[in-house]
């Protein structure tokens, strides 16, 4: 071999297996990435129990003013995220699945820098004004976008498999649940999930997840529940959660997909006039609200005290789904994760007086569980966050059996599951989701 040939040899070696290759290009993007979108999803979280904090502390101080504050920030929000960001709108899990088709035309409007922004900034003040709300939906819009900027920051072609990695990553980032990311990817992102993403999803997600639990620790979301049931409390039980929690949860998204997809005349006249229609669903929140005092937010706080065996009042759950339904319709930016969570809470605290001798946290999980899964169809993710989030992992089999008891039950109230649904409005007219 000539001395022209080594050379010409070790530049193709350089070229293919060098700091400049693709394979280390992608490599990079795919750390940058998952490291970015894990500190956002952290900043996210102390932005969002900021926002929920000072919210509180003004109804304490004066009761009456979400009958003022809410509606107008409902309105105000919703004008906003129309007139500057209009992909920015609702939960952010729709436009991912939506961007799947078009990776780099999502770049444009749905994965774009200014919408991962306005989407942030919306979702804290959402909360800042009351509104029923979680911010793991938008993690999940925020988390693909940074995802999508990472690969073009280095150079490396925009797939599918990049959006579903950066939204997976994100779902593990803002639950602390690396497992979940997975399942929501395989689940719900990726309705024909292909062996090659295996590898950057997974690679995303546990270095999201090594970001959230280096920096957060290794914190349980709802704090730990080790109690469990016995083989015939749960035999009894399992059935009726899945059954209440599937109806339930699967009316839900019925109301939300009717509101939006549905042709009836009175529906597309307020899906006509969006800001007068946020302002009146600013209200119904704000006075379901000032009734109760415990459906702002998150409802992070009753749902804890509930799987933890407190007494709360049996009107939560119903007060809750209105109050996030009203929100979800209004067309806020904001997710449902965390409301949906807190209502089957409160429907699980129902069954407790159904079943009064079984112990009560077991019994909170199933109808959180059944609920829960109603409403986002996804029964193994449901498991896997619930699980995790309240290391229960005792109570494994009777939560999956709820978990696929609702989701059967929810497909026959709601053939259409929500996320696909709702991706609809973010598809060209043309285009049809898989």
């Excluded at 690679?203 to 015939?232: E, K, Q």
């Excluded at 339904?325 to 429907?347: C, D, E, K, Q, R």
Aim: proline residues 6%.
């Amino acid at each position: 071999m000539t001395r022209r040939d080594t050379i010409a040899r070790a530049r193709h070696l350089a070229r293919e297996h060098g700091p400049t290759a693709p394979i280390w290009r992608k490599r990079a993007a795919i750390l940058t990435g998952a490291v970015a979108l894990g500190l956002v999803a952290l900043l996210f979280a102390k932005a969002a129990d900021w926002a929920s904090g000072v919210f509180l502390n003004l109804v304490h101080v004066a009761w009456w003013a979400p009958l003022l504050l809410t509606p107008l920030g409902f309105g105000a929000l919703v004008w906003f995220t129309r007139r500057v960001a209009p992909a920015a709108r609702g939960s952010g899990i729709p436009q991912i699945m939506a961007a799947r088709l078009d990776p780099d035309g999502a770049m444009a409007e749905l994965a774009s820098w200014k919408t991962a922004l306005v989407k942030f900034a919306s979702t804290i003040a959402a909360l800042l004004v009351g509104a029923s709300v979680g911010r793991e939906g938008p993690t999940v819009q925020i988390s693909a976008s940074i995802m999508a900027y990472a690969h073009t920051l280095f150079r490396v072609p925009i797939r599918a498999s990049v959006m579903i990695a950066g939204g997976a990553a994100g779902v593990a980032a803002a639950f602390n649940t690396p497992l979940a990311g997975v399942t929501f990817a395989i689940e719900e992102l990726a309705a024909a999930y292909e062996q090659k993403m295996t590898l950057l999803v997974m690679t995303a997600v546990l270095i999201s997840g090594m970001v959230s639990l280096g920096l957060a620790g290794d914190y349980v979301y709802f704090g730990a529940m080790s109690v469990t049931l016995p083989l015939r409390q749960a035999l009894l039980i399992v059935p009726v959660a899945g059954v209440l929690g599937g109806l339930a949860g699967g009316f839900f998204s019925k109301a939300m997909l009717a509101f939006s997809l549905s042709d009836l005349r009175p529906l597309r006249g307020l899906r006509r006039h969006p800001v007068p229609t946020a302002i009146a669903m600013g209200a119904v929140v704000a006075i379901v609200g000032c009734l109760t005092g415990m459906t702002w937010g998150t409802s992070y706080e009753p749902a804890r005290l509930m799987i933890l065996g407190h007494d709360m009042p049996h009107w939560f759950g119903p007060a809750k789904f209105v109050a996030t339904l009203a929100t979800a319709v209004s067309g806020l930016p904001g997710g449902i994760f965390a409301p949906s969570l807190a209502t089957g809470a409160g429907l699980g605290d129902l069954l407790r007086t159904l079943f009064p001798a079984s112990a009560a946290g077991p019994v909170v999980l199933l109808g959180m569980i059944g609920y829960f899964t109603g409403v986002v169809r996804a029964p193994l993710t449901a498991v896997v966050i619930i699980s995790e989030g309240t290391a229960s992992h005792g109570l494994l089999l009777p939560l999956l059996a709820t978990a696929l008891i609702a989701d059967a039950v929810a497909s026959l109230v709601c053939r259409e599951r929500l996320y696909h649904g709702l991706s609809q409005a973010f598809l060209p007219k043309d285009a049809v989701l898989h």
